[in-house]
């Protein structure tokens, strides 16, 4: 896809075309139906977006990054490598301290 100035790496799979002007996904990328991503921002290799993710302008995600439902990057933001978004408002993980 070369729409908008928008490059696509062949072995990605996007499923979404609001993909802001100057973007670029890379290698094996998986974007899910829905997610907005801004203007030039830059998706690195083996990320995965879910569909109810929005993405603001400017954005760099390093290679192997997680972005799960409902989560929103704000503009200008830098997401290193291999860093998870999650969306569990309501974790179920604790420690029990044995007395």
């Not at 954005?59 to 978004?85: H, L, M, S, Y």
Request: charged share 25%; proline share 3%; aromatic share 8%.
């Amino acid at each position: 896809m070369n729409q908008r100035n928008v490059f696509i790496h062949e072995d990605a799979v996007v499923e979404t075309t609001a993909i802001g002007e100057g973007t670029r996904v890379w290698r094996n990328v998986h974007i899910l139906p829905g997610a907005v991503i801004g203007r030039d921002c830059n998706i690195g290799e083996g990320c995965y977006i879910e569909g109810r993710v929005r993405i603001g302008n400017g954005v760099t995600v390093k290679n192997n990054v997680a972005i799960w439902d409902r989560i929103t990057i704000e503009d200008d933001v830098f997401i290193g490598p291999a860093a998870v978004f999650t969306n569990d408002l309501r974790p179920r993980a604790f420690r029990k301290m044995k007395s």
